[in-house]
């Protein structure tokens, strides 16, 4: 299988999975937003960024059905991570995050057991990361859930940054991690 394949059949198993979200593949997403010497945002084009524009293309978004907000975005690599794709991914992600700072990132590492630990020394910027040794119905499901809290997480996430959530007296993020064995 290669990664395109690998991407494809994860960006379908989670339309069937989202109905209310869509799903899309190779989205572009702001990475920066300039004032220029006009005093004018640059792009001026939020809802359509173009990818050399201020804009970076992620493998797969999930977006809200009824705006095309972004919520999650999933990078997909197959059979190997190198250190080097770590830390470009990772810093990616944080650069989408200074624009869109409720979006949650992950990582879906096909065709593997386990998340290499180069990708816990060199991660700053994903907020989640699954290895799928093959595309199981065990294995999509644990996606399928993952992918589920973190929208959860954007959606609250965006209600503090629109005031539109109460007060927050508490805040935890926990780390959870499943072992090979």
Known sequence: MRESEFRREIAEFLEKELPNYRVREHQNLLYQVVVNERFEFEPNTPLNPR???HAFQ????IVRENNNLPLVVLETKYKS??????ITYSTKAIKHKEIYPYIRYGLVLGGKEFIDKRFFTH?????????ISELSEKELNKLISAVKDQIESA???IKIFSRRQPE???FNSKLIVETVR
């Open 123 to 131: 991660n700053i910027g994903f907020d989640f990361a699954i290895a």
């Open 81 to 86: 991570l190198s250190s080097h794709e770590v």
């Open 58 to 61: 992620a493998d797969i978004v």
């Open 168 to 170: 927050v007296r508490f």
């Open 155 to 157: 959606e609250t996430l």
């Open 51 to 53: 990818r050399g524009n």
